[in-house]
């Protein structure tokens, strides 16, 4: 990405370099939008011999100690672990972060109860010498491509196959998006898109409320160059429904996700994200359970779960007993939906299990941007307002989520980027 202001401000609204990406893939929603508009003709059965396939395909040869899967306490990777099973192959399963994380609990109780290979790691409190470490090699590895809030991942996935190499490691990336559709949050992207899909703000005014926060002034000439960029981008039509699925699957799925998938293919040999596979998400466009197949949105919700249930039932039974990190187990949704409804508002409102964050920017990340900020070089600050950046860093409450801390991170990042190409 060649830093300015005008490509510095597009990155600020979707927090990717998405012109660089976009014309590195192939549409593929085009693809499935065609798919979309065709009838129904796909059963869970044929979407879970797709799965099974996949696994087979990248499994052939391979040792059960040389195969990984990222297990959470969430559907996404509990199909793949049942899919891993129902095939004999038993993984070596890893989480990350705070051992208190229900994620983490669950993926422990899961590995002790069928007799898998289970790690934890990057588990210590995190503090801003070791992530400015993991940082640096966050950059170095993905040339800058992988934004430095992927750096905790590095370091687990490093810390991971120091104790156990692998050949193979299984990733539910972009598993809930395409079956329960876009949720929107500042952790994909900025309010940008949500404002223009949702609330038909006008792009002048979205535009400038966005840059703002981003700490970024265009002048007039700067301002129409990039609203021409914004205007050329695909999620960005007069159909909402269309843009929701481009943006789910070219910005959430290929873009966002695969830094993460090209961090772990540094050290691992082949990463599978199972639901990114073309073939997969083929299936999933012709079968009843892709969110744009879901016409009463209001409630269909209530049936996000159910293609999940089903294929951990026909793939492995036992994994439908234990909980998952919202509370409830695969098989209470398969007694029925008011069975479903009644335990998600006792667990909403009534159950009292605090969950904690695997990894929580907290004390120590405030200590990492104020010293980072320090150091930025003069040539990102023509490009960032650097009196209100400082100003709102030292007035501002500041919270501990990494959407937030993307305007304060970016002119570091960017200034990090310049000085790992300047060395030798």
């Not at 490509?7 to 979707?14: D, E, G, I, Y």
């Not at 539910?172 to 395409?178: D, F, K, P, S, T």
């Not at 398969?334 to 409102?349: A, E, P, S, T």
């Not at 989520?401 to 991170?409: A, I, Q, V």
């Amino acid at each position: 990405m060649q830093i300015n202001k005008v490509n510095n401000a597009l990155f600020s609204l979707f927090h990717h370099d998405i012109l660089e990406a976009l014309n590195e893939n192939s549409h593929f929603s085009d693809k499935l939008w065609a798919s979309l508009q065709q009838p129904i003709s796909v059963s869970e059965r044929e979407i879970g011999d797709e799965i099974l396939s996949i696994i087979k395909e990248k499994t052939r040869n391979i040792d059960d100690h040389e195969i990984g899967l990222t297990l959470t306490g969430g559907f996404d990777s509990r199909v793949i672990l049942a899919a891993l099973l129902h095939l004999g192959i038993k993984p070596v399963c890893f989480t990350y972060g705070y051992e208190k994380n229900r994620d983490i609990e669950i993926a422990r109780t899961i590995c002790e109860k069928f007799g898998l290979t289970y790690y934890n790691v990057a588990n210590s409190a995190p503090t801003k010498e070791w992530y400015s470490k993991w940082v640096n090699e966050t950059v170095s590895l993905d040339n800058g491509n992988a934004h430095l809030h992927r750096a905790h991942r590095t370091a687990a996935i490093s810390e991971l196959t120091q104790k156990h190499p692998l050949k193979v490691l299984f990733t539910g990336h972009l598993g809930g998006e395409n079956i329960r559709g876009l949720s929107y949050n500042d952790y994909f992207a900025s309010s940008f898109f949500e404002d223009f899909n949702e609330l038909n703000l006008s792009l002048d005014k979205n535009i400038k409320k966005h840059l703002d926060c981003y700490f970024i002034k265009l002048n007039e000439s700067e301002f129409s160059e990039l609203k021409v960029k914004i205007q050329s981008l695909p999620w960005l039509t007069e159909n909402t429904d269309y843009n929701k699925l481009y943006f789910v699957n070219e910005l959430v799925g290929k873009i966002h996700h695969y830094q993460d998938i090209r961090l772990y293919s540094k050290f691992v040999d082949t990463v599978v994200p199972v639901f990114l596979q073309p073939t997969y998400l083929e299936k999933l466009s012709l079968s009843k359970h892709h969110f744009m197949r879901k016409l009463d949105k209001k409630v269909s919700f209530l049936e996000h779960p159910k293609l999940y249930c089903q294929l951990i039932g026909s793939f492995y039974p036992a994994l439908q007993e234990i909980e998952l990190s919202n509370g409830y187990a695969p098989k209470d949704f398969l007694k029925g939906k008011m069975n479903y409804v009644v335990k998600r508002i006792w667990n909403k409102y009534f159950k009292k299990n605090k969950n904690y964050s695997s990894f929580s920017y907290t004390d120590w990340y405030i200590d990492f941007v104020k010293e980072k900020s320090t150091v930025i070089s003069e040539e990102i600050w023509d490009i960032y307002d650097k009196e209100s950046y400082f100003h709102h860093l030292n007035s501002t409450a500041l919270r501990t989520n990494e959407g937030f801390w993307h305007k304060f991170s970016n002119p570091i990042f960017f200034d990090l980027i310049n000085k790992n190409k300047q060395l030798p």
